[in-house]
């Protein structure tokens, strides 16, 4: 039995909205490579007495990061220029955001609030490296 009939039989067992993701699958084996390659990342970040935790988030190009930000001690931000990120998490008040690292590189993260002095010299990195 050939992949048409057996597709054919799978829409009369399955219905259509099934039958469908098959038939995608069997006509695009290299864009579902493409699409199993690139994973969901989460990293809760913490930011606190001038820093963050952890200090280097490293991804690969394609990964969807989904970032779970909180500010311990006062209101920090989570700002990566390149991206045009910048979220604001106060004590008590986590923020969830996520992104697609979609550029190679190393990229800052900071916190761009002057709430205090400290703020300005908070520093981490996002490294986004090829994928194999």
């Known amino acids: 039995m050939g992949w048409r009939n ?3 039989l799978f829409v009369i067992l399955a219905g259509p909205a099934a039958a469908l993701a098959v038939a995608w699958r069997v006509e695009s084996p290299s864009l ?4 199993q390659g690139q994973t969901e990342r989460p990293f809760p970040v913490t930011a606190h007495k001038y820093a ?3 200090p280097r988030i490293e991804v690969f190009e394609g990964d969807l990061v989904k970032i779970e930000f909180r500010a311990l001690d006062i209101a920090h931000s989570f700002t990566i ?12 008040e986590p923020i969830t955001f996520e992104f697609r690292a979609e550029r ?3 990229f800052p993260i900071s ?3 002057q709430i ?5 010299r908070m520093r981490a990195e996002l490294v986004v490296k090829p994928r194999k």
């Open 6 to 8: 057996r597709l054919l």
């Open 32 to 35: 579902e490579l493409q699409v």
């Open 52 to 54: 963050f935790d952890p």
């Open 81 to 92: 220029d390149d991206y045009r990120i910048s979220k604001r998490a106060a004590p008590g």
């Open 104 to 106: 190679r590189g190393t």
């Open 111 to 113: 916190c761009n609030l």
């Open 116 to 120: 205090d002095e400290g703020c300005r």
